[in-house]
């Protein structure tokens, strides 16, 4: 394929996550699926609850993150 601006590329349309895309591992190149890709995302992010405040007025807030995505909140009363 030449040399093309990605402004001057069509629209992919929808992915199925079965499309193979190149990808830079060990200096080498290898192939990957889109699919690879977006599981990448999903298994790096932040999990946890984190607590705030709590401090001389014992006021006490949280926040839960599963796999980078904010799943709950309790609020300061």
Do not use: R, W
């Not at 190149?29 to 999990?47: H, N, R």
């Not at 980078?68 to 300061?76: E, I, K």
Request: proline content about 3%.
């Amino acid at each position: 394929m030449a040399d093309v601006k990605i402004s001057a590329l069509s629209s992919a349309g929808a992915l199925d996550g079965t499309e193979e895309v190149p990808v830079v591992q060990s200096s080498s190149t290898v192939k990957a699926t889109t699919q690879d890709v977006a599981d990448l995302g999903s298994s790096v992010g932040l999990s946890g609850t984190y607590t705030f405040g709590g401090g001389s007025t014992g006021e006490v807030a949280t926040m839960t993150f599963t796999n980078g995505y904010l799943t709950a909140v309790t609020l300061v009363p």
